[in-house]
């Protein structure tokens, strides 16, 4: 759990240097600031995304658990936490940039392969390297959202801790499952996500990015399916 903590710390650094220029900037100013995370989130989520080798997977994950997401209204979720979160303890921060800076940072924080692989080694082997390493580019990353979008990126931290860690625990017995064509596929998704994420920030849509996160589930399930009907096969029944 060590590597945990230390990540969700550089979040909050990073968040906590980031929110110097966030306090300081003007609105004409802050522009910039949204566009540079923008960008930055495309690179990131394309290079993700280009992992990906099952198209078809990836466009029904995408779309079936969009669907799935809206029926279940996971992003409206998020929000309502994110203001409960900002009632709480950031009482004077905008609340339209709180939810949506904690629900931006904590998908982008999430969904990489780095936080699964780097989970798994931390819980199996004593491992921390990964995970020190995505601390880093989280911290690096947390100054640049924070500054576009305040305090609710450092809240992030939050899940991080709890998904990452859970992730740690749980990793004696989730590891055996995880192959290296799934987590191709899991990055491919999440880079997916993390396009939306670039969009949204350069205003170029309002994608509700968080009601797609079933298709990270459906990935899973797709590419296990898969994998068991090789077995069949390959065994004749």
Same mark, same amino acid.
């Given at each position: ?5 230390? @990540? ?29 995370? =923008? ?10 995304? %280009? ?31 994110? !203001? ?19 629900? @931006? ?17 931390? =819980? ?56 290296? !064509?799934?987590?191709? !596929? ?9 396009? %939306?994420?670039?969009? @949204? ?9 968080? @009601? ?24 004749? %029944?």
């Amino acid at each position: 759990m060590i590597a945990t903590v230390v @990540n969700a710390l550089a979040v909050i650094a990073g968040s906590l240097l980031g929110l110097l220029l966030h306090g300081r900037i003007k609105d004409s100013f802050k522009t910039v600031v949204y566009t540079g995370a =923008g960008i930055t989130s495309l690179v990131i989520g394309i290079q993700m995304a %280009m992992s990906s080798q099952k198209i078809v997977f990836l466009a029904l994950s995408l779309i079936l658990g969009g669907l799935l997401g809206t029926w279940w209204k996971i992003e409206d979720g998020i929000l309502s936490l994110g !203001e409960t979160l900002k009632r709480l303890f950031a009482r004077g921060d905008g609340g339209k940039d709180f939810a949506f800076g904690f629900l @931006n940072a904590s998908v982008l924080f999430c969904v990489g392969a780095m936080a699964l692989v780097g989970s798994f080694r931390a =819980g199996t082997e004593g491992n921390y390297d990964l995970i020190f390493t995505k601390s880093v580019m989280d911290g690096f990353m947390s100054v640049v959202f924070s500054a576009a979008m305040g305090i609710g990126v450092a809240f992030s931290a939050l899940s991080v801790l709890v998904y990452q860690g859970l992730l740690t625990l749980a990793s004696g017995w989730l590891k055996p499952l995880v192959s290296a !064509e799934l987590l191709r !596929e899991l990055t491919g998704a999440g880079g997916a996500l993390v396009i %939306m994420i670039g969009i @949204n920030l350069l205003g170029l849509a309002k994608l509700k990015t968080a @009601n797609f996160l079933p298709a990270l589930l459906l990935i899973v399930l797709f590419v296990a399916g898969e994998g068991l009907a090789a077995s069949r096969h390959w065994l004749g %029944m």
